[in-house]
């Protein structure tokens, strides 16, 4: 698909990954629906891409059915179609299962921090996909969903939370490529290893280096790296239902 001129939606768009998709995007000429639940750092988004490009932002939290449907509904009526979603927006908390010292239980990742990122990650994803779906269909245009998992999706220590989402994450996009196909959209999902952003920076930093070693490129992936990859999965129609990691080989 041909980027210029056509309407890229991009879910935490307003910062990290997001908003060095949506630069790459802006640079190719598309129009730009973001979305992001942090609504000071939506609006600085669009005013820096707004020299550039066409771009609104919809403040709204993407676990919310209603506000996801509405959203979909605004950015219709805003821009007329829909041929891009990128399903970006996510969250991480991440924490041991149980803890235990001597035999005895002393402590469990909650319910609540469990559910909080399997809701941001996993459900925001189907629900932002399922509507980007109707909208792309109602455009009578070609669409593409990707969705952003994470080497993750193996499964990692301490983060029984996050690494189920990527999994259903990384599972739904290739389902997805079977389902939609007939109604002329592709899927696919790219999962990235570690990559410099303020999630990355939210890491203790003897953590951060250590996993910087492991990485047979030895050093963390640049935003625009993935952003690149998101756009030739857009560019090339030929491409469906893949995964694609990006992390300097560190999942090999
Ligand atoms: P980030 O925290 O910098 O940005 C995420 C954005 O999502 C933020 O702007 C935030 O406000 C928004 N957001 C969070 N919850 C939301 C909600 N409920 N509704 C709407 N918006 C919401 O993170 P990032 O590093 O740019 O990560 C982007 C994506 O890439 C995430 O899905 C993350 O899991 C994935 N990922 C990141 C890395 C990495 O190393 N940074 C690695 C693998 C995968």
């Not at 821009?79 to 979603?85: A, D, E, I, M, Y």
């Not at 002393?106 to 932002?128: A, H, K, P, W, Y």
């Not at 029984?160 to 997805?176: D, E, L, R, T």
Request: hydrophobic share 45%.
């Amino acid at each position: 698909m041909e980027i210029k001129d056509k309407v890229v939606v991009i879910t935490g768009g307003a910062g990290g990954l997001g908003l060095a998709m949506a630069q790459e995007f802006a640079s190719q000429g598309a129009r730009l629906a973001l979305i992001d639940v942090d609504q000071e750092k939506l609006e600085r988004a669009c005013a820096d891409l707004g020299a550039t490009t066409e771009v609104q932002g919809y403040a709204l939290d993407i676990t919310d059915e209603e506000d996801v449907v509405a959203g979909f509904n605004y950015i219709l009526e805003d821009f007329g179609q829909v041929n891009v979603l990128v399903n970006n927006a996510g969250i991480l908390r991440d924490g041991m299962m149980i803890k235990a010292k001597e035999g005895l239980v002393t402590d469990r990742m909650s319910f609540e921090q469990f559910q909080s990122v399997i809701n941001v990650n996993l459900t925001g994803t189907f629900l932002c996909g399922r509507e980007a779906a109707a909208a792309m269909i109602h455009s009578k245009q070609a669409g593409v969903i990707i969705n952003i998992s994470s080497i993750a999706k193996a499964g990692n220590i301490g983060q029984s939370n996050y690494s189920a989402s990527k999994a259903g994450v990384a599972a739904m996009s290739v389902g997805w490529s079977k389902e939609l196909a007939r109604y002329n959209i592709r899927s696919a999902a790219v999962a990235p290893g570690v990559i410099a952003t303020e999630m990355t920076a939210g890491m203790k930093p003897e953590a951060l280096e250590r996993l910087e070693k492991m990485v047979p490129v030895g050093r963390l992936g640049q935003a625009q790296e993935v952003a690149a990859t998101v756009k030739f999965i857009v560019e090339n129609d030929y491409v469906n239902g893949r995964v694609f990691e990006i992390d300097g080989g560190l999942s090999m």
